[in-house]
């Protein structure tokens, strides 16, 4: 019985690694091999599929505002929440409990359901003529409204398990709050903001439907819109679709690889915390 043990998590770690597989093995061929007989891997290798697609203006400008979309996002999200979520860990004030309960219920908004507001907003917007303003400002502070408050939750639950009298020890000694909070609780709190980091990161890369809608000009919608317009593109061909898609979960495979223990360990204490 101990050499069928592991039999079914491998059965299933291979049901579940067979689709990716089957998309690395198109990637890499030609037209003829898809079109032919199936085969478990490429009779010849080709990285032609991959070039394609950054010669294609869309996808290629597509990619680089997701990366920016990213950045900004991320970069933001968890520089605004830490902040926010400390003091509402730490401090009791007037409105305390309606603020926290405004920032559950935003969560639980789609972002779908805004969307007809929204669109009209970068209406208007547009028309006003702004000085140094796009939509790609615009779609940034949408992306950043929309995810900030789960931050802000997040990143409260692991300051609330933080004691509080580690904070208490640091003004003892002469630390100011915001000194506490960067010396003393920030690091104890990384598992937590890796977490935000890692879950804003993945929501603002696999957004579709706002970038498509928000935005005027090609060039700046996201990369989803790039793949979308690429479909239409090339709906035969396969082997260029699968090496878009390669690329468009390239960048999140890499970062959980590289940030997966210190994901899972945010995972684990928030389940022990809660």
């Known amino acids: ?71 900004i996002n991320t970069v933001i999200s968890v520089t605004v929440a830490l902040p926010a979520a400390y003091a509402f860990s730490r401090y009791r004030f007037r409105g305390h409990r309606a603020l926290m309960i405004a920032i559950l219920a935003i969560t639980g908004v789609p972002l779908l359901t805004n969307l007809l507001a929204l669109y009209q907003m970068g209406i208007t917007l547009r028309k006003a003529q702004l000085p140094f303003y796009d939509d790609r400002f615009f779609l940034a502070v949408v992306y950043l409204g929309f995810f900030l408050p789960l931050s802000v939750w997040i990143a409260k639950g692991f300051f609330d398990a933080i004691p509080r009298e580690l904070d208490e020890a640091a003004l003892i000694d002469g630390c100011s709050p915001l000194g506490a909070l960067v010396r003393i609780v920030m690091p104890l709190a990384v598992p937590g903001l890796m977490a935000i980091f890692l879950l804003t990161f993945v929501g603002v890369w696999n957004e579709f439907i706002a970038g498509y809608l928000l935005i005027a000009k090609n060039e700046f919608k996201p990369v989803m819109f790039g793949l979308y317009d690429f479909l239409s593109q090339n709906i035969i061909n396969f082997q260029v679709i699968s090496a878009a898609c390669v690329m468009i979960a390239l960048p999140v495979v890499i970062l959980f690889i590289f940030a997966r223990r210190i994901f899972f360990q945010a995972m684990l204490e928030g389940a022990v915390k809660g």
């Open 1 to 71: 019985m101990r050499r069928f043990k592991w039999l079914v998590p491998f059965l299933y770690i291979v049901f579940l690694m067979l689709p990716i597989y089957w998309l690395l093995n198109m990637s890499f061929k030609t037209t003829n091999e898809i079109l032919g007989s199936f085969t478990l891997w490429p009779r010849h290798f080709t990285f032609d599929n991959y070039a394609i697609i950054f010669t294609d203006p869309t996808w290629y400008w597509g990619y680089i505002n997701s990366i920016a979309y990213v950045t």
